[in-house]
């Protein structure tokens, strides 16, 4: 089947320690993105990679990285540096950056 | 500033009965408007969508209606289910090429009560 798969889809970590959530899609898409989600923000663009090798800033990048090496990763690092890490992460990919969204299961990460 | 309005944080409809979901947009470089359905503790799954060129779409239960004199859409769901009950996000479309980005509006909650 193909899609979009997140990993794990629930993560407890310590305040001060880095994250990485994992994404991987089969479905050939060039371009894949990492959105946050909060109770009554709507969704909120943190990178997005349109090609391997690329990605750009979202609106909220600061304390977090990511990495395109291949075409099916876009694993996304929650860094010490993001003073409001609890959230619900998704990652999505599209067939061009105009194509509707696919978006995986979510990952929700709590900061403890 | 949010360029994707959506109003009505929630609605609430009787089952059988038509849902109306509004949208309002203020950059008229918008050129394709999409809806999406989110569960909770899910990933959204796109519902339909419009292009700027026309004013109605339709699929199924679901119409969306785009006025772009009053820079505003709607999403009708008919007749409505309760396995509709969910948030619905309205998004736009602008730019082009690597400069192409997705504004989400921030979702309304809809309840279908049996």
């Known amino acids: 089947d193909g899609g979009i798969t997140q990993s794990p889809k629930y993560l407890f970590r310590k305040e001060g320690q880095n994250v990485t959530l994992s994404c991987e899609q089969n479905l050939n898409h060039d371009a894949m993105y990492w959105y946050r989600q909060d109770p009554g923000q709507g969704l909120r663009l943190i990178y997005y990679s349109q090609i391997v090798n690329d990605f750009q800033k979202g609106d909220i990048a600061e304390g977090y990285s990511v990495s395109r090496e291949k075409k099916e990763s876009f694993p996304l690092t929650v860094t010490s540096a993001q003073k409001n890490p609890t959230a619900f992460y998704l990652c999505?990919?599209?067939?061009?950056?105009?194509?509707?969204?696919?978006f995986g299961e979510g990952s929700r990460l709590t900061v403890l | 500033d949010q360029q994707v309005k959506q109003n009505s944080p929630s609605l609430s409809v009787q089952e059988g009965r038509i849902s109306i979901l509004n949208c309002d947009y203020t950059?008229?470089?918008?050129?394709?408007f999409l809806w999406y359905k989110k569960y909770p503790a899910e990933g959204p799954t796109f519902l339909i969508s419009i292009s700027s060129i026309k004013d109605k779409n339709e699929d199924g239960r679901f119409t969306v209606f785009l006025n772009k004199s009053a820079k505003h859409l709607s999403l009708h769901i008919v007749p409505s289910q309760p396995g509709d009950s969910a948030v619905y996000f309205c998004?736009?479309?602008?730019?082009?090429?690597?400069?192409?980005?997705?504004?989400w509006g921030l979702g309304t909650s809809l309840a279908v009560n049996p």
């Open positions: 999505a990919s599209s067939i061009t950056s105009a194509g509707e969204l696919f």
């Open positions: 998004a736009a479309s602008v730019g082009a090429g690597n400069n192409r980005k997705l504004i």
């Open positions: 950059n008229s470089m918008f050129d394709y």
